[in-house]
């Protein structure tokens, strides 16, 4: 039988939790897949690592160092098979993930994309899910023709190979690469909600996520600033002209308060409970309206689908700044 799925890793200094990762998939309940790494010079044994790996279903792609966004794109490039599953080399998948997608695949072959829910990991002593948007594809793609983008767990995401590279792949001039392809496939194909928790989301000091908080909040903001371009039929300027405008939109609290959020689960990974109680209480003394929403969000509720960005509103508002 010929493989469906190819799951992709993108690979630069992943020890420790790259074994991890990798005992994940082996031990998945169905074993008909196969596995693209994408491996960029490393310093700490993950080359060696992945070369160790005897197992005829991986193919190792060895490279220069490159972007995180231009791994993605070769994986996309070179996979073979009609569905790409994401992987991040620091998360894991629980065991019956490639099975149940497979199931979700038969029942959806027309679906530009898939995506489910992750746990924060390791789930036995962090708190919470990933923030998700839920819904049908029709109420996704209304959440994007009404200028706000959707929050999903990136390594959750399953790709059509195909029609990811139909509709322009990931854009490499961009660090929030994945909030603007999901609005680009809401608009062109079917994205597929799986309601079940398929991932393990590791949040650790090291991880690009943790380093770039700041930076990823304004790049998110502008990949909404291309979604409302693109509704308005506008031509949007560059990154460095608008990112002024930007940043004036960011609550520097509340990006404090998610800071603080992340911390506390990284104590709770290692079990530093002290640390971890103390960066609650910091998050929610930094913007308790920021932590309450983050708990709505937490149990679905409050009447609102959860998105990410601002009021489309301050862009229109801006307008003869945004779009001269």
Known sequence: MTALLTIGLPVYNSMP?????????????????KILAIVDDCEDGSVEYMES??????????????????????????????????????????????????EWIKRKPDAGMFYSLADYYPKDQCVGQFRCTRGTPEELRKIVQSGYLLAFCHPSVVLNAQKTLAIGAYNESLHEEDTDLWWRMAMHYDIQFIPEVLVGYRQHSN????HNLVRSHIEGLYDQYLLLSHLNSQQPQPLESVRGLLESFASQSELSAKEKLRNMNIHLSQRRYAGAAFAALEAFATSPKYFLRRLLDEFHSGGRPITNGVSP????????????
């Open 313 to 324: 509103l301050w862009y229109t508002q801006r307008k003869a700044e945004f779009w001269p």
């Open 53 to 102: 790996i005897r197992d005829s279903r991986l193919r190792v792609i060895r490279r220069r160092k490159s972007s995180l966004v231009n791994a993605l794109n070769h994986t996309l490039r070179e996979v073979d098979t009609p569905w790409l599953m994401r992987q991040d080399t620091d998360d894991v998948s629980y065991p019956n993930r490639v099975e149940t997608v497979l």
């Open 207 to 210: 991880s690009l996520t943790t």
């Open 17 to 33: 939790y790259l074994v991890e990762a990798m005992d994940s998939l082996f031990a998945q309940t169905v074993q008909d897949f």
